[in-house]
């Protein structure tokens, strides 16, 4: 089974940006639908982008559109969510996994802390 891991996370100032990788060990074409999943501290765990491996179709929550791009290199077998206009609230743990997850194993994530 493909396994996803994910980096790019750091510390940045409010209204800066960050990168973030979700490197597959496969094919990502092996997982129809990719996303990005962030999870705060007292928080359940929320979708912030997917995006569908073979077409590109993405799909945003309401509280990142317009300020959030998942994109994927098939050549790499990475998918990216570039985080723009950052606010203290998008500080969180973000994951990338399988959408819907279904029971797939959690990677350890990466830490984006944005401060004020």
């Known amino acids: 089974q493909v396994q996803l891991v994910e980096s790019g996370g750091g510390l940045v100032q409010a209204g800066g940006s960050l990168r973030l990788s979700c490197a597959a060990s496969?094919?990502?074409?092996?997982?129809?639908?990719i996303g990005w999943y962030r999870q705060a501290p007292g928080k359940q765990r929320e979708l912030v982008a997917r995006i569908t491996t073979r077409t590109g179709i993405t799909f945003y929550a309401d509280s990142v559109k317009g300020r959030v791009t998942i994109s994927r290199d098939n050549a790499e077998n990475t998918v990216y969510l570039q985080l723009d206009s950052l606010k203290p609230e998008d500080t969180a743990v973000y994951y990338c996994?399988?959408?819907?997850?279904?029971?797939?194993?959690w990677g350890q994530g990466t830490q984006v802390t944005v401060s004020s």
């Open positions: 996994n399988r959408f819907p997850p279904l029971g797939a194993r």
């Open positions: 496969g094919r990502i074409f092996d997982i129809d639908v």
